[in-house]
């Protein structure tokens, strides 16, 4: 997908929504202004591309090669200043407080709040990419604030979550309700057709001890396991044959009545209304 939209606001909402419909979408996106770069890359376009800058360096090009420059060369002088440019903006050339301020400048034309992660809540431990928050509840991580006042903006995939962190979203409040209700370890509902939530598995579960296929889940509970955290080791999408252990944490998705049913038998719980608490 390409979004080449003359309004900033126009392009950044056309990204989140349309990753929000399709999370693997490979989108190049327009910056209109160079602090929309970082803001682009952080709600998921896979390349950003300035558009004022990328007509100089076609003009530049055509008016070397009309002075008898050879094109390998040209292109390979083109390419190093585009590499050079871009990076500027995603590197260390600037300092990490004129970015912050540019980030958070952008941000602030989109619905965004800090949220606080609470000691036990089961994102702790995992990376962005393994949350896949985009995906289960719309909302888009830009930074990160750690304990002691570090700050991490635009932070990778690969970043993992930590005790006492706070998370700068961009979403509607419903997504951003949505990321408390997962992070709290409560179902999250970002629409009815697809809530997630995290279970932990007691000793004594019915599913201590039995491989996922066994279980049966989509059928006698329209639900499936999405995940699994098993001593620090993170498992997405789990095999058929994988065997569920006493202490795994489970994330099961479907819809909400069929999720807490679920979520109840798998917890060894009576009362299929109870939220299922979980332990970090």
């Known amino acids: ?27 190049v996106a327009r910056a209109s202004q160079p602090k929309d770069i970082e803001l682009l890359y952080q709600l998921g376009a896979k390349e950003v591309v ?56 952008a941000a602030s034309e989109l619905n965004n709040t800090w949220y606080a992660l609470s000691e036990d809540s089961p994102l702790l431990g995992l990376t962005l990419e393994e949350t896949d928050l985009r ?10 604030r750690r304990v002691g006042g570090l700050e991490v903006d635009y932070p990778t995939p690969e970043e993992t979550l930590e005790s006492g962190d706070r998370v700068l979203l961009i979403g509607d409040s419903a997504e951003i309700e949505a990321f408390g209700a ?33 279980l049966n889940l989509p059928l006698k509970y329209r639900v499936e396991i999405q995940a699994i955290r098993r001593e620090g ?10 065997r569920l252990q006493d ?6 998705c479907g819809r909400l009545e069929a999720l807490r ?16 608490a979980v332990l970090g």
Request: aromatic share 4%.
């Open 233 to 242: 080791r993170f498992i997405r999408l789990p095999e058929a044959t994988t």
């Open 50 to 105: 300035q558009s004022e800058f990328e007509a100089s360096l076609e003009l530049s090009a055509h008016l070397l090669a009309s002075m008898g420059i050879a094109q390998p060369l040209i292109q390979s002088q083109v390419q190093m200043i585009r590499n050079s440019r871009y990076l500027s903006f995603l590197s260390g050339n600037r300092t990490l407080a004129s970015v912050s301020r540019e980030l958070k400048a």
């Open 182 to 214: 997962l992070a709290r370890g409560e179902a999250a509902v970002p629409s009815k057709e697809n809530s997630c939530q995290w279970v932990a598995l007691p000793e004594d579960s019915p599913a201590v001890s039995q491989p996922i296929v066994d």
């Open 135 to 144: 995906r289960l509840t719309g909302v888009s991580v830009i930074a990160i």
């Open 1 to 27: 997908m390409a979004v080449a939209l003359p309004d900033p606001m126009s392009t950044r909402l056309t990204v989140k929504r349309a990753l929000e419909l399709a999370p693997d979408l490979d989108i």
């Open 261 to 276: 049913t679920a979520a109840a038998w798998l917890a060894n719980q009576e009362n299929p209304q109870t939220t299922i």
């Open 247 to 252: 202490g795994d944490l489970l994330l099961i």
